[in-house]
């Protein structure tokens, strides 16, 4: 197939987990556009990210418009009618994304992957949605041309996590997750005693999340003063050097444990049957899956017995 040589749009707005799993994709489009500008539309939250990983020339910010807002919405189809983009890949493939490849008219449409009615590289798998991320786009970009794509991976984004001054060997703990589906969240009371035997073994536990898990985070380290609450305070360039570093990871099926898997470390994820693993799981070499009916029947116990056989370093 013939590969364009004008301007490339991709993309991918979120969430943390798929956007990070979009990394091995970003990779392929710009080693498949090599000689192309590539551009990538995105929200506020992974700017920092997109541009620390190299993957794109350029940067766009999609503030996602109300559909009540005329002014922003005139704004973003200006800055995608106006970007000459010969090709675009959509990574998000919504409803929200479908809508931006109608933007185009009237006028020349750019070749475009994805889902949109009346595209030119359409994903057409009507068995796309029982497919997990990575599977699924590897399929899409293959539809247009684009044959390899390598795993996700976030090696060329670094943060600077000496600030923090977290004693090693630390242990990542993730509480949160999305408030609309407490049932994805193991028990808050577990995760205190399990910090409290790493603890007790000489690993420091270290929660993260956002800042709206501050709570959570709160009820795990009261009182407990080797527990170093970060809640709130890393940005994403952090969480993956963090996750670099280190010796496990353990949290519920959320964003910042996509980040871990990809980045190598020893990670135990949290499923109950409120998410399906074989459409979602964490990807990566030391993934453990611990998954129970209801996450309250996964005790202390089991979690620790899945821990890393080897020792901390």
């Given amino acids: 197939?013939?590969?364009?040589?004008?301007?490339?749009?991709?993309?991918?707005?979120?969430?943390?987990?798929?956007?990070?799993?979009?990394?091995?994709?970003?990779?392929?489009?710009?080693?498949?556009?090599?000689?192309?500008?590539?551009?990538?539309?995105?929200?506020?939250?992974?700017?920092?990210?997109?541009?620390?990983?190299?993957?794109?020339?350029?940067?766009?910010?999609?503030?996602?418009?109300?559909?009540?807002?005329?002014?922003?919405?005139?704004?973003?189809?200006?800055?995608?009618?106006?970007?000459g983009f010969s090709r675009v890949y959509d990574?998000?493939?919504?409803?929200?994304?479908?809508?931006?490849?109608?933007?185009?008219?009237?006028?020349?449409?750019?070749?475009?992957?994805?889902?949109?009615?009346?595209?030119?590289?359409?994903?057409?798998?009507?068995?796309?949605?029982?497919?997990?991320?990575?599977?699924?786009?590897?399929?899409?970009?293959?539809?247009?041309?684009?044959?390899?794509?390598?795993?996700p991976d976030l090696s060329c984004v670094a943060a600077d996590i000496a600030r923090f001054g977290v004693p090693e060997p630390f242990a990542l703990l993730v509480p949160g997750g999305a408030h609309h589906r407490p049932a994805k969240r193991w028990p808050v009371a577990y995760f205190r005693t399990l910090a409290e035997q790493l603890a007790s073994n000489g690993i420091t536990p270290v929660v993260i999340g956002s800042g709206s898990e501050t709570g959570l985070a709160a009820e795990i380290s009261s009182g407990l003063p080797a527990v170093r609450n970060l809640v709130g305070q890393t940005s994403l360039l952090d969480l993956a050097a963090l996750s670099y570093c280190a010796w496990v990871a353990i949290g519920n099926d959320t964003g910042p444990m996509h980040v871990a898997a990809i980045a190598g470390c020893h990670c135990l994820a949290l499923y109950s049957d409120e998410s399906d693993p074989t459409l979602c799981a964490q990807r990566g070499p030391n993934v453990t899956i611990l998954r129970r009916e209801a996450l309250e029947l996964l005790d202390v116990d089991a979690v620790v017995a899945a821990l890393p056989s080897r020792s901390p370093p």
């Fill in 1 to 83: 197939m013939m590969v364009t040589d004008g301007p490339i749009l991709v993309i991918k707005l979120g969430a943390l987990g798929d956007f990070v799993q979009a990394t091995g994709p970003f990779a392929a489009i710009r080693k498949h556009h090599s000689n192309c500008r590539v551009v990538l539309l995105t929200t506020p939250p992974f700017a920092d990210m997109a541009r620390a990983g190299g993957w794109f020339d350029e940067v766009c910010l999609d503030r996602r418009p109300a559909a009540f807002d005329v002014a922003g919405g005139l704004a973003l189809r200006k800055k995608i009618r106006g970007g």
């Fill in 91 to 151: 990574l998000q493939t919504s409803d929200r994304s479908n809508f931006y490849f109608r933007l185009f008219w009237p006028g020349t449409k750019p070749e475009w992957s994805g889902i949109a009615k009346g595209c030119s590289h359409p994903h057409t798998n009507p068995r796309r949605d029982s497919m997990h991320t990575l599977e699924r786009q590897a399929e899409q970009l293959n539809r247009a041309g684009i044959d390899s794509v390598p795993p």
